[in-house]
């Protein structure tokens, strides 16, 4: 794996980062979209590249169990959860060797994980996600589903891939996968402008809190594109 940004936010900064994606889906609409896709209650489910605690958090007490490789990321999601009073267990572990046993899960999301092979594994990217699914498969019960949840773009008021690297990744996922999507708004508002243009910088770059001072947003448009599949009859995600 390479060392690149992202990694050293998610081994280094899981604080700050909460205190950005804490602001995300203002509008509430990531929780409806999936409940669209299969119901959560009284389900099993597992969430992959589980971070600080993005999913769980919508689900504070639901059953469910959240995997990270990353410590600073699991810290702040243990806080987030005393916070929270949420039921959720968390483990660390690479998601590619999942460490629990056979058709154990109901439901299992990996939420902004995946796309990331792209550079982290730029030679053999597909083959690590590959490896990935065939975890998902095992994991999963004859009828579970998987939610793969990944950005469509930010600071755009119009959604679409943000690199053509993650438009082939996702065109993948529909076409050769038979994965189906539906794609949410889900922007980020900031207390303040100096507040979007600190935490944009922080994980997005210089470029986007440029933008961001141009159009003096405090409110930062943000698309999440949804891919999931169930299982019927046991049959392969």
Known sequence: MTNDH???IYRNA??????????????????PALQSICSFDHKQILDLATGTGRIPLLLPQHSITALDLHSSMLEENHKQKIAA???WTITQGDMRYLPFPSSQFDIVTIGWGLGHFLSWYSSNWK?????????????LTLKGSIIILETLTTGSLIPAPPSTALAS????????????????QTDYQFNSLEDAIHYSQF??????????????????PEWTGIWYKHKTGGKSV
């Open 6 to 8: 992202f990694i050293n």
């Open 14 to 31: 899981g604080g700050t980062y909460h205190e950005l994606i804490q602001v995300e889906d203002t509008d509430q609409n990531l929780l």
């Open 85 to 87: 009073n949420g039921n």
């Open 169 to 184: 990744y996702y065109h993948w996922l529909e076409t050769e996968l038979h994965f189906q999507r539906i794609q949410v």
């Open 203 to 220: 994980f997005f770059g210089e470029d986007l809190a440029h933008k961001i001072r141009l159009n003096q947003w405090t409110r930062l």
């Open 127 to 139: 083959e690590q996600i590959h490896l990935v699914l065939e975890q998902v498969n095992r994991v």
